[in-house]
């Protein structure tokens, strides 16, 4: 069955990077575009940008241009989310999901608080 | 800046029926903006119910169904049910960037 596993709660000082991981399994991994969105505290779903697998190639959203990257390593089907120069107001939940299925398999999501 | 509106909140009554929609800043949305919808329960990661507009996923209740309406997404609830009672999200394709609407409380009651 299709899985999307995320990594465990972070909790990081304002100014630190974090990176989150989301390991897939279950379906080709390098023929479905990845996407991450979030999620603050009380608030609405945040997209944020997206990985092809295949080529690595990305999008992102503009307000996080130059703030997050994303990687993959084909060998273990996963993607990698780095988000820099964290501020407090990214404190969220950070959702993997897999265009597979039409975006209909999500990860667990992953608890990154802020907070010096 | 594309901005997605959505209503901020609706009620409806059990067994009622309940249009959602979603609005696009550029104007009207049509088929080709892929329009996605979220059902999200506390605590719980987003399930998608619709995709491309109106194509349902295999665990999606008979009750939900997609469209477009007045140059808008919309997605109608018939006989709603009182496990219906949750955040909605819509999620639009703009050509490379998607953009979610801010959400929508559903309250049965």
């Known amino acids: 069955q299709v899985q999307l596993v995320q990594s465990g709660t972070e909790v990081k000082e304002p100014g630190a990077s974090v990176t989150v991981s989301c390991k897939t399994s279950g379906y080709t991994f390098t023929a479905n575009i990845l996407h991450w969105v979030r999620q603050a505290p009380g608030q609405g779903l945040e997209w944020m940008a997206y990985?092809?697998?295949?080529?690595?190639?990305?999008k992102y959203a503009q307000k996080f241009q130059g703030r997050v990257t994303l990687t993959r390593d084909t060998s273990i089907s996963a993607v990698y989310m780095e988000l820099s120069r964290l501020r407090s107001d990214d404190t969220a939940v950070y959702y993997c999901?897999?265009?597979?299925?039409?975006?209909?398999?999500w990860g667990q999501g992953t608890l990154v608080i802020v907070s010096s | 800046q594309t901005v997605v509106t959505q209503e901020p909140s609706l009620t409806v009554s059990p067994g009622g029926t309940v249009t959602l929609t979603c609005a696009s800043s550029?104007?009207?949305?049509?088929?080709?903006?892929?329009s996605i919808w979220f059902q999200q329960k506390p605590g719980q990661a987003p399930r998608a119910l619709i995709h491309?507009?109106?194509k349902k996923h295999s665990w999606t209740p008979a009750r939900f169904s997609g469209s477009l309406l007045g140059g808008k997404a919309a997605l109608t609830l018939s006989g709603v049910q009182p496990e219906d009672e949750a955040d909605y999200y819509c999620?639009?394709?703009?050509?490379?960037?998607?953009?979610f609407g801010g959400g929508t409380k559903l309250t049965v009651l």
């Open positions: 999901a897999t265009e597979y299925g039409n975006l209909g398999y």
């Open positions: 990985i092809n697998p295949n080529n690595g190639g990305t």
């Open positions: 999620l639009i394709y703009y050509g490379g960037v998607w953009v």
């Open positions: 550029t104007g009207a949305v049509t088929s080709g903006f892929y």
């Open positions: 491309n507009t109106s």
